[in-house]
């Protein structure tokens, strides 16, 4: 159930990030950012703070098999279901 938490709401990643902490500096440093950041979890960012979607990247440290890949870019630019919906979904 964590899982599909963080994958389809808004679940914590640090556990995820954990693992693969490590490689995450040249992530950054190959997308030209200071830091990594779930963007569920970014309470706020002013104006000069540009988002840019390393997800593709960090997914592929998990080695995804093409179904994965598929549903990963079938994601983009979709929100998250809030946690109570997908807890909720989980149970039904």
Request: proline share 4%; hydrophobic share 50%.
């Amino acid at each position: 159930m964590l899982m599909h938490l963080q994958v389809f709401s808004n679940g914590s990643i640090g556990s995820v990030t954990a693992v693969i902490a490590d490689r995450l500096p040249a992530i950054a440093a190959a997308a030209g950012v200071s830091a990594i950041v779930s963007e569920s979890e970014l309470a706020f960012a002013g104006t000069a703070v540009e988002r840019v979607d390393v997800t593709p990247k960090v997914a592929a440290l998990f080695n995804p098999d093409e179904a994965a890949k598929k549903m990963i870019d079938s994601m983009k630019g979709q929100n998250p279901i809030g946690l109570a919906e997908a807890l909720a979904i989980e149970d039904g």
